[in-house]
C-alpha cells in the first residue's frame, strides 16, 4: 500500500471513549504497530458513492403576504 | 388605556392582507399542496451563500455605507446596463434597500403625500395600497381587464390621471396576473406621461422570470429615464427571498431623498447579503437562466393543466403566477379557495386579494416542484368535475 499508512481499519463504536479504548489497548500495543491516527465519522454524506438524499421538506412561510 | 385606540387611525384604515386567513386553515390540515406561496421553491445558488459565509468568517459584520456598499452599486449598475440597457450613476443614481418593498416605501414616503394621487393598476402586489395609504395620499385604482391581457391600456390611464396625480405605479411582469407589458405597450403609455409632471415606480422585481422575450424597462425610453424610478431585488431572480435585499435606482435628486427616509428609518441593508449579492450579480447569471427555464416549463404546464379542468387562463409570460378565471365554477373566488383547500388540500389565492377586479380569478404559483404542481393540478381537475355533477 502506498501512502503515508498500511492499513485502515474501520469500527462502530458507541461513543469516543469506547473507539480511544479500542485503539489504546487493542492496536497501539501490537508489536508491529509503530503509529496510529484516529479518524471520526461525523456525518456520512455519500456511501459507495452513493449522495444521500437530502432532506426536501419546504420550509417556506405558508403566508407571508 | 386601550392600546387598539392609541393606534392612529390611518393604520387602522388599512385591512390585514387577504391572505393572511388561509394560514390558520392550513396549519391544522395535513397533506396541503400549497401553490400560495410567492417565493422561489429554489435555495439560493451556492456560490452566493459560500461568499456570505466568507464574509461572516472574516468577521465582516460592521454596518455597510447608507446607500450601500459601492462595489455592490457598481455590480447593479453594469447589471442592468448588460441585462436591459439601462445605464445609473453607482455614485448618486442607486440606493442598495432591504428588498424591493422598502424602496416603494420610502419612494413614496418622498413623493407623495394628502391631497396627492398615486394611481395603482390592480390586480397587483399587495404592498401598494397601503403604502400609498400610510403617506395619506389618495391611492387611485385602475382595474385592468382580462381582455387586455392585464395589461395597462392607454385609454385606461389616461381616464385616471387628474391634475393631482403625481405617482403611477407600475408593476410588470406582474404578481399575480404573470402578465408583462411589451415594448410596444410601453410606447402608449410614454406617450401620455412625457409631458406630465407624474413619477413612475416601476417595479421591476420579476423582470429576469420573462418567458416569451426580453423584459423592457419603461425607464430605457429617453423620455421616461428622468421620471422613472426603478426598483428592483435579488428575492425572486436569484431565490434570495431571506437575505433581504432590493435596490432603487432614479434621479439624483429623488435618491438623496430617498437615502434620508433610509438612513434615518434603517440605516443600511444587511451587510452579509450585500457581500452576497455582488457574487449574485457577477457569476450568477447561469443560474438565473436553470431557474428561468425550469419556471417556463412548470408554467406551460400549469396553464395546460387549468385549461383542461376546464378554466379559462390566459397566458401569462412573466413572475410565477398563473391567473385562471374560475367564474364558470359559479364560486366567488374566496369561496373557490375554501372549497378548494377543505376539499382538494390545494391552496391557491383568491384574485380579490390583489383588488377588487381580481374577483372571478385565483392565484396559483407554480413557484413548487414538478411533482407537487402535477398533484395539485390532478386534485384540482378533481374538484372541477365534482362541479360539473
Not at chain 1, 16 to 36: G, Q
Not at chain 2, 186 to 203: A, Q, R
Request: net charge negative; with cysteine.
Amino acid at each position: 500500500m502506498s501512502g503515508g499508512f498500511d492499513l485502515t481499519v474501520m469500527l462502530d463504536g458507541k461513543s469516543l471513549k469506547e473507539v480511544a479504548s479500542f485503539v489504546a489497548e487493542k492496536l497501539a500495543p501490537l508489536d508491529a504497530v509503530l503509529s496510529t491516527a484516529t479518524h471520526f465519522v461525523l456525518k456520512k454524506y455519500k456511501d459507495n458513492g452513493t449522495i444521500f438524499e437530502k432532506d426536501d421538506t419546504d420550509t417556506r412561510e405558508v403566508v407571508i403576504l | 388605556m386601550k392600546m387598539a385606540e392609541m393606534i392612529v387611525p390611518i393604520i387602522k384604515s388599512v385591512p390585514p392582507s387577504g391572505i393572511r386567513k388561509y394560514f390558520d386553515m392550513i396549519n391544522e390540515m395535513k397533506d396541503v399542496i400549497s401553490l400560495g406561496i410567492g417565493e422561489p421553491d429554489f435555495v439560493t445558488p451556492w456560490n452566493i451563500r459560500e461568499e456570505g459565509i466568507y464574509s461572516l468568517e472574516k468577521g465582516d459584520t460592521h454596518y455597510s455605507p447608507n446607500s450601500g456598499y459601492i462595489e455592490l452599486r457598481d455590480e447593479i449598475s453594469k447589471y442592468l446596463n448588460r441585462r436591459f440597457g439601462l445605464y445609473y450613476n453607482p455614485r448618486n443614481e442607486i440606493i442598495v434597500t432591504v428588498g424591493g418593498s422598502e424602496g416603494i416605501d420610502a419612494a413614496l414616503r418622498c413623493l407623495v403625500g394628502k391631497g396627492d394621487e398615486v394611481i395603482i393598476p390592480e390586480p397587483c402586489f399587495v404592498a401598494y395600497k397601503p403604502c400609498a395609504v400610510f403617506t395619506g395620499a389618495t391611492p387611485v385604482i385602475i382595474n385592468l381587464r382580462e381582455e387586455d391581457q392585464f395589461r395597462l391600456t392607454p385609454e385606461l390611464l389616461e381616464q385616471a390621471i387628474t391634475e393631482k396625480t403625481k405617482v403611477l405605479i407600475l408593476a410588470f411582469p406582474n404578481n399575480p396576473t404573470g402578465a408583462i407589458m411589451t415594448k410596444e405597450d410601453l410606447e402608449g403609455i410614454v406617450e401620455i406621461l412625457k409631458d406630465k409632471d407624474i413619477i413612475v415606480i416601476s417595479d421591476e422585481i420579476y423582470a429576469e422570470l420573462s418567458y416569451d422575450e426580453q423584459h423592457v424597462s419603461i425607464a430605457s425610453f429617453p423620455e421616461m429615464k428622468e421620471k422613472t424610478l426603478v426598483i428592483s431585488g435579488f428575492s425572486k431572480a436569484y431565490a434570495m427571498t431571506g437575505w433581504r435585499l432590493g435596490y432603487a435606482c432614479g434621479h439624483p435628486d429623488l435618491i438623496k431623498a430617498m437615502l434620508k427616509v433610509h438612513q434615518y428609518a434603517i440605516m443600511s441593508a444587511p451587510t452579509t447579503a450585500q457581500r452576497a449579492a455582488v457574487e449574485a450579480l457577477k457569476n450568477g447569471d447561469r443560474d438565473v437562466k436553470t431557474m428561468v427555464r425550469e419556471y417556463n416549463r412548470r408554467r406551460r404546464v400549469m396553464v395546460d393543466g387549468f385549461r383542461k379542468a376546464g378554466y379559462d387562463c390566459f397566458e401569462p409570460l412573466g413572475a410565477f403566477y398563473v391567473f385562471p378565471c374560475i367564474k364558470r365554477s359559479g364560486l366567488i373566488s374566496e369561496e373557490f379557495c375554501e372549497r378548494l383547500l377543505l376539499e382538494e388540500k390545494v391552496l391557491v389565492v383568491p384574485g380579490t386579494a390583489f383588488g377588487e377586479c381580481g374577483e372571478g380569478f385565483v392565484r396559483a404559483t407554480y413557484a413548487n416542484s414538478m411533482e407537487n404542481i402535477i398533484k395539485a393540478l390532478n386534485r384540482i381537475q378533481n374538484f372541477s368535475q365534482k362541479q360539473n355533477k
